[in-house]
Nanobody, 120 residues
């Protein structure tokens, strides 16, 4: 079965950029969707962006025009390019994947989380 491996994140000044990456490792059949959630201290986890196997995407309203999610189907990876970062984007970002482990078995996987801090 698969698991998610995240990379990226860190400290950046307001207006800066970061790129998060997430890959599905292990044996799987297919990936239905991959996305990114975030959770700031004292707040609930929220969906930031998702990309479906069709290529369709969905974004949190507050990140539209600043964040871009992409997917490499051949490598089972997704990337979140974050531009024009703001202090309110500070949070732990989690990768999420809806995976068909076999043709009939569905699993939802979560990454370990990566900290993104936007501060001067």
């Amino acid at each position: 079965q698969g698991q998610l491996v995240e990379s990226g994140g860190g400290l950046v000044q307001p207006g800066g950029s970061l790129r998060l990456s997430c890959g599905v490792s292990g044996s799987i059949f297919s990936i239905n969707a991959m996305g990114w959630y975030r959770q700031a201290p004292g707040k609930e986890r929220e969906l930031v962006a998702v990309i479906y196997s069709s290529g369709n995407t969905h974004y949190l309203e507050s990140v539209k025009g600043r964040f871009t999610i992409s997917r490499d189907n051949a490598k089972n990876t997704t990337h979140l390019q974050m531009n024009s970062l703001k202090p309110k984007d500070t949070a732990v970002y989690y990768c999420n994947a809806h995976v068909m482990v076999t043709m009939y078995i569905f699993r939802e996987y979560w990454g370990q989380g990566t900290q993104v801090t936007v501060s001067s």
